[in-house]
């Protein structure tokens, strides 16, 4: 029987690196660290559990303390979690799996019932959403403090023993605020055009890279549009190119649903994926994100121009996911999902509380569908 594309293996070109299948879990909050940010026996097994997907991404981690967006998050900002970072890394490689720590600043969505701080970002500027706070504009020292705590992070990521790193440029955080024309109105270097708004991100990428060892895997994660801080799909396949100019080992596209066409081009029968395999060429691998469920899904998407192919919310429900993929028919638990069932796919009591915030994701009804 033939082996499906998206449980063959694939190899980096750059370090050599050789995953197992094309399958990647893509980097979500679970909110089961504890307070100082180091890893919990629950994030732990929730990770570990999930060690069949090629590629194992963490949460989002920050990289400096005024950088937290969420209760219960993973840092990598302190030498003094160094313990947790290494466990982690051990039990990953230990299950076979290529690891990633997601690394990233809030800016703006660093709130200071956090950080004690008023937020920070490119430009002063107001959006319309809960719970908003205005923040200040940055100075050049918040800036370079930033680009040199991202690389200080990927070290110690590098020396806890993980395979790589990814650098969160998108959903809306402090990367993506400098390249969006509504949150970063700056005149001086690091605004203006394209090129100075994408100078934030490219710093990070050179800063990283000369931090770590060179068989280290750097890449950086892209929202193809994000319409209320003004990133365009034109400009982020711009910037996407200037990333693999810069030498990115992987670029991770994040496009929420890979099955319709992009809001810049509605008309158009060319999915995101596949705009930005062919902005970037065919060196760099792409990972390709956004609402696949089904074997039959991941398939269409490396179609449409991935190498890989990251799942978020079908890896809830479904820890197992690449071991069933290769079964005929085969269809993945969907939500809503009963607490019982998110139980038994290793979700400890506060994820499965933030998962009640996601409408129809949890209900104390029958048991999940496919469970």
């Not at 033939?2 to 190899?11: A, H, K, N, V």
């Not at 980096?12 to 679970?30: D, E, K, Q, W």
């Not at 160094?82 to 466990?87: A, D, F, S, V």
């Not at 705590?149 to 400098?178: K, N, S």
Request: one cysteine or more; aromatic letters at 8%; proline letters at 6%.
């Amino acid at each position: 029987m033939t082996t499906p594309r998206i449980l063959e293996s694939f190899t980096f070109p750059r370090t050599g690196h050789v995953v197992s299948n094309r399958l990647v879990l893509a980097a979500m909050t679970n909110k089961q660290s504890h307070a100082d940010g180091s890893l919990s026996d629950e994030e732990l097994a929730w990770l570990e559990a999930r060690a069949g997907f090629g590629i194992v991404t963490t949460c989002a981690a920050h990289v400096a303390l005024d950088g937290q967006g969420w209760d219960g998050e993973l840092g990598v900002h302190d030498d003094a979690l160094m313990p947790g970072l290494r466990r982690l890394a051990v039990a990953l490689t230990a299950a076979g799996t290529l690891s990633l720590v997601q690394i990233f600043h809030g800016g703006v969505r660093a709130p200071s019932r956090l950080t004690g701080k008023q937020p920070w970002s490119a430009s002063v500027f107001e959006l319309d959403s809960p719970n908003f706070e205005t923040p200040r504009a940055a100075t050049e020292v918040d800036i370079q403090r930033a680009i040199v705590a991202f690389a200080i992070a990927a070290r110690r990521c590098a020396q806890a023993g993980f395979d790589g790193v990814e650098i969160h440029g998108a959903h809306g955080y402090l990367v993506t605020q400098f390249l969006g024309t509504v949150t970063n109105t700056r005149r001086d270097a690091w605004g203006g055009d394209l090129a100075g708004r994408a100078r934030f991100v490219r710093a990070i990428v050179e800063a990283v890279r000369a931090a770590t060892p060179e068989g280290f895997l750097v890449g950086v994660r892209l929202s193809p549009e994000v319409p209320e801080q003004g990133v365009s799909l034109d400009e982020a396949l711009q910037v996407a190119r200037w990333l693999v100019e810069d030498g990115v080992d992987f670029l991770h596209v994040s496009n929420w649903d890979s099955f319709k066409p992009p809001a810049a081009h509605p008309e158009s029968d060319k999915l995101l994926t596949t705009w930005f395999r062919e902005a970037v060429g065919p060196e760099v691998p792409v990972i390709a994100t956004g609402g696949v469920w089904t074997p039959a899904q991941a398939q269409a998407v490396m179609e449409q121009g991935a190498d890989l192919v990251g799942l978020a919310r079908a890896a809830i429900g479904n820890a197992r996911w690449p071991e069933h993929a290769g079964r005929t028919g085969w269809e993945p638990a969907r939500p809503p999902y009963t607490p019982e069932h998110l139980k038994g796919e290793v979700l400890s009591a506060a994820l499965i509380d933030y998962m009640r915030m996601w409408p129809g994701f949890v209900t104390d009804g029958a048991a999940a569908e496919g469970a």
